[in-house]
């Protein structure tokens, strides 16, 4: 119809109408009638429908297409809405797990659906569950904390697998063991039919990144939503969470270039003051094992009870207590804190393409960052 419109007039689109609609019965011939001041407000909204090139053979493809437009006179509208808030999240600074989180929220109440589960995936592959909410404020079902892409036959594996698919719907939530297209049957327990899950991918054909899955009770909740739809609302939030994804990571190997640079710079010199210090103690060792074999000569060059004898004696125990074993120890242990430093300032190198996160205190994730010298070394 797209291009029906753009290389012909208004007559011969009209005249085709009637020749599709000539054989079908009364009541669908009806029906098709009604159906087209819908189809002509949407397509005069901006609304192009997706045909693929595929021909009008008879009445019922018709009645398809007019069926398909009308239902989506509200796409353009709803895309420019969706769209602008989506974008708008990119201006404001927050970590990727929170931008997704946002995004959700936009994409829940602008889907009509009633909960959403938001996963990025981890450095092993993983797919980390990192939020989650229903819109009505209840309790949440238990969701599986991490999904692994080798349940190939699931389909969001599947869409993650393909390389190219942005968002895959599913209308049967049971367990894959029950013939049915979910994790797990909790869900589907639960009263959730229908799930639409957006695949987040970078530019440059890189692996998926993120998840947003959301869930409806609604039988074929999400089928009224038009494919070129769905595919600009995945490409927004792969656009906003990407991002922040580009943006955390470019902000995490200036800091990583910068600390091995100035870090590595620090260490070096402190490497070469210990190393240096260390070298002294040798020598006030050697010194001090001399001065004590010279105290010891002294003392027997003087006679019994004499003053030169015991200030000989008191020389010698002096020297003995002067035990500089412990402040070596302590050198080697600012030698080897350099060297920790160093593997360390290392890992924050690796960190900008393969970053870890631990728990810490306050509720805060950071970068894990501890030297495993058995695996580096």
Same mark, same amino acid.
């Given at each position: 119809?797209?291009?029906?419109?753009?290389?012909?007039?208004?007559? @011969?689109?009209?005249?085709? *109408?009637?020749?599709?609609?000539? @054989?079908?019965?009364?009541?669908?011939?009806?029906?098709?009638?009604?159906?087209?001041?819908?189809a002509?407000?949407?397509?005069n909204?901006?609304y192009?429908?997706? #045909?693929?090139?595929?021909?009008?053979?008879?009445? %019922?493809?018709? #009645?398809?297409? =007019?069926?398909?437009?009308?239902?989506?006179?509200?796409?353009?509208?709803?895309?420019?809405?969706?769209?602008n808030?989506?974008l708008?999240?990119?201006?404001?600074?927050?970590?990727?797990?929170?931008?997704?989180?946002?995004?959700?929220?936009?994409?829940?109440?602008?889907?009509y659906?009633?909960?959403?589960?938001?996963?990025?995936?981890?450095?092993?592959?993983?797919?980390?569950?990192?939020?989650?909410n229903?819109?009505?404020?209840?309790?949440i079902?238990?969701?599986?904390p991490?999904l692994?892409?080798?349940?190939?036959?699931?389909?969001?594996?599947?869409a *993650?697998?393909?390389?190219?698919?942005?968002?895959?719907?599913?209308?049967?939530?049971?367990?894959?063991?029950?013939?049915?297209?979910?994790?797990?049957?909790?869900?589907?327990?639960?009263? @959730?039919?229908? %799930?639409?899950?957006?695949?987040?991918?970078?530019?440059?054909?890189?692996?998926?990144?993120? #998840?947003?899955? =959301?869930?409806?009770?609604?039988?074929y909740?999400?089928?009224?939503?038009?494919? %070129?739809?769905?595919?600009?609302?995945?490409? *927004?939030?792969?656009?906003?969470?990407?991002?922040?994804?580009?943006?955390?990571?470019?902000?995490?190997?200036?800091?990583?270039?910068?600390?091995?640079? @100035?870090?590595?710079?620090? =260490?070096?010199?402190?490497?070469?003051?210990?190393?240096?210090?260390g070298?002294?103690?040798e020598?006030?060792?050697?010194?001090?094992?001399?001065?004590?074999?010279?105290?010891?000569?002294?003392?027997?060059?003087?006679?019994?009870?004499?003053?030169?004898?015991?200030?000989?004696?008191?020389?010698?125990?002096?020297?003995?207590?002067?035990?500089?074993?412990?402040?070596a120890?302590?050198?080697?242990?600012?030698?080897?804190?350099?060297? %920790?430093?160093?593997?360390?300032i290392?890992?924050?190198?690796?960190?900008?393409d393969?970053?870890?996160?631990?728990?810490?205190?306050?509720?805060?994730?950071?970068?894990?960052?501890?030297d495993?010298?058995?695996?580096?070394?």
């Open positions: 119809m797209e291009q029906t419109v753009a290389q012909h007039s208004p007559e @011969y689109i009209r005249e085709e *109408i009637k020749r599709l609609l000539k @054989y079908a019965p009364p009541e669908m011939r009806a029906a098709a009638i009604a159906l087209l001041p819908a002509k407000r949407s397509l909204t901006g192009h429908p997706c #045909l693929r090139g595929v021909p009008m053979r008879s009445w %019922r493809c018709l #009645l398809m297409l =007019l069926t398909s437009v009308s239902a989506m006179q509200n796409d353009t509208e709803m895309l420019l809405r969706v769209s808030d989506l708008a999240i990119a201006d404001r600074m927050a970590p990727p797990g929170e931008v997704l989180r946002q995004s959700a929220e936009i994409l829940v109440h602008a889907l659906a009633d909960m959403y589960v938001c996963r990025l995936r981890n450095a092993n592959g993983e797919w980390v569950a990192r939020s989650a229903q819109v009505d404020g209840g309790s079902p238990i969701v599986t991490m692994e892409e080798g349940l190939r036959e699931h389909p969001v594996m599947r *993650i697998l393909e390389g190219h698919t942005r968002y895959v719907v599913s209308n049967n939530l049971q367990a894959l063991a029950m013939g049915g297209e979910s994790f797990d049957c909790i869900i589907y327990k639960e009263g @959730y039919r229908s %799930r639409l899950a957006f695949v987040l991918r970078e530019r440059s054909n890189k692996p998926p990144f993120g #998840l947003v899955m =959301l869930y409806t009770k609604r039988e909740g999400f089928e009224s939503f038009d494919e %070129r739809f769905l595919s600009k609302c995945a490409s *927004i939030v792969s656009l906003t969470v990407g991002r922040r994804v580009a943006v955390a990571r470019d902000t995490l190997e200036k800091a990583a270039g910068a600390m091995a640079h @100035y870090g590595n710079n620090a =260490l070096n010199v402190m490497r070469n003051q210990a190393e240096y210090c070298e002294l103690v020598d006030l060792d050697a010194n001090q094992a001399r001065s004590l074999r010279l105290a010891r000569e002294l003392l027997a060059e003087f006679p019994e009870h004499s003053r030169g004898r015991m200030l000989a004696v008191e020389l010698e125990k002096a020297l003995a207590r002067n035990d500089l074993t412990e402040l120890g302590h050198l080697g242990g600012v030698l080897e804190g350099t060297r %920790r430093m160093t593997r360390i290392n890992s924050l190198k690796k960190s900008a393969r970053p870890r996160l631990m728990h810490y205190a306050l509720g805060h994730d950071v970068l894990r960052l501890e495993d010298v058995t695996r580096e070394d």
